[in-house]
């Protein structure tokens, strides 16, 4: 079936500095991804709808300038989360799907602690 | 999007069967019932999903009530590997952007 793989699985970074997360579609291409985070014992919110050569769409109360989405390639979408703080730790997950397929598949997520 | 309602958490024990329900009195016409589980520090799986019959498929079976306000995933035969959370979700195939919205999602403990 299917796979979506998201790299790295697990991050440590400095605060103030900027991280890089990437979901990939191992063998379909997807023109739409989007990007989920979650905190611990809380359901996943959706961050952004990624879309293939244009601008990411993002949900209300998502910042853009500090969660910079780029989806350059059918297969690939990155997440950058910019000057990162410990607020921003938590688990991040992406998912893609096709329009004329009604599964969606996911990462298997990165999780992001910031020191 | 239309909302989901389901219970925070339930038991079960193993080898025995499942039924986590599911309310969305909100549905529309075009909405589909997507069900996937999650396990700790993993991302959601799928699991079946249904538009107005019930399916059945190697993982679970879904019922859906006739007039899909609600939904019943059924595990047959739990087994400590099902102890996950799983979500209820709708998501609407003619809006042509099918995001999920999670809701709460129902913590499912299985015993041994």
């Known amino acids: 079936g299917a796979v979506v793989s998201q790299h790295p699985s697990r991050v440590i970074c400095k605060s103030g500095t900027s991280v890089k997360i990437e979901c990939r579609s191992l063998?379909?291409?997807?023109?739409?991804m989007f990007w989920y985070r979650q905190f611990p014992k809380q359901s996943l919110m959706l961050m952004a709808t990624?879309?293939?050569?244009?601008?990411?769409?993002?949900e209300q109360g998502v910042e853009k300038d500090k969660f910079l989405i780029n989806h350059a390639s059918l297969t690939l979408s990155t997440l950058t989360v910019t000057s990162a703080h410990p607020e921003d730790s938590s688990f991040y997950i992406c998912?893609?799907?096709?329009?004329?397929?009604?599964?969606?598949?996911f990462g298997q997520g990165t999780r992001l602690t910031v020191v | 999007d239309a909302k989901t309602t389901q219970p925070n958490s339930m038991e079960s024990n193993e080898e025995e069967p499942v039924h986590l329900p599911c309310n969305h009195s909100?549905?529309?016409?075009?909405?589909?019932i997507h069900w996937y589980r999650q396990l700790p520090s993993q991302g959601p799986e799928y699991v079946i999903h249904?538009?107005?019959s019930n399916v059945n498929n190697r993982m679970a079976s879904l019922a859906i009530a006739e007039d899909r306000k609600s939904s019943t995933l059924i595990l047959h035969r739990a087994t400590l590997r099902d102890a996950a959370v799983y979500y209820c979700?709708?998501?609407?195939?003619?809006?042509?952007?099918?995001?999920?919205?999670f809701g709460t999602g129902t913590r499912l403990k299985v015993l041994a």
């Open positions: 998912s893609a799907g096709q329009p004329m397929n009604t599964e969606a598949f």
């Open positions: 063998d379909f291409q997807a023109t739409t």
């Open positions: 990624s879309n293939e050569g244009s601008k990411a769409t993002y």
């Open positions: 909100t549905i529309s016409g075009t909405d589909y």
């Open positions: 249904g538009l107005t």
């Open positions: 979700i709708l998501r609407d195939e003619t809006s042509g952007t099918y995001k999920y919205i």
